[in-house]
C-alpha cells in the first residue's frame, strides 16, 4: 500500500514556474516508478510525465517537454514535477500516482494516486 500526498499548486502567471511534491508513505516507494497526470473538470486525466524507480528513466507528454522535468529522490520518498514557461492551457488538477503495470503512459496501469494540487496559470 502507497499513499501520496501532493503540493506545490497555485496560481501563477502565464511564463512563471511552480515545483510539484508528491510525498509517499510506505517503505516500497522506491520500487514503483511514478508518474503526474492533469485533469481538467469533464475531461479525461492526461499523461504529464513519468520516471522509472531509479530515476534512470524518464518520460514526457509532447505538450509539456522541454517545460516540465520530472525528479524524485527516493531518501525523501518523494517525486518532483519542476514546471516552467507555464502557459494558461496547463491549468489543470495534477495528480501524482505509482505504477503497477508496464505502460508508464497510461493511468489504468497505475494503482496508486494522491488527491491532487490545482494549477491555475493566468494569461
Known amino acids: 500500500q502507497v499513499q501520496l500526498v501532493e503540493s506545490g499548486g497555485g496560481l501563477v502567471q502565464a511564463g512563471g514556474s511552480l515545483r510539484l511534491s508528491c510525498v509517499a508513505s510506505g517503505r516500497t516507494f522506491n520500487t514503483y516508478a511514478m508518474g503526474w497526470f492533469r485533469q481538467a473538470p469533464g475531461k479525461e486525466r492526461d499523461f504529464v510525465a513519468a520516471i522509472t524507480w531509479s530515476g534512470g528513466s524518464t518520460y514526457y507528454a509532447d505538450s509539456v517537454k522541454g517545460r516540465f522535468t520530472i525528479s524524485r529522490d527516493n531518501a525523501k520518498n518523494t517525486v518532483y514535477l519542476q514546471m516552467i514557461s507555464l502557459k494558461p492551457e496547463d491549468t489543470d488538477v495534477y495528480y501524482c500516482?505509482?505504477?503497477?503495470?508496464?505502460?508508464?503512459?497510461?493511468?489504468?496501469?497505475?494503482?496508486?494516486w494522491g488527491q491532487g494540487t490545482q494549477v491555475t496559470v493566468s494569461s
Open positions: 500516482a505509482a505504477l503497477r503495470g508496464v505502460n508508464v503512459r497510461d493511468r489504468d496501469e497505475y494503482a496508486y
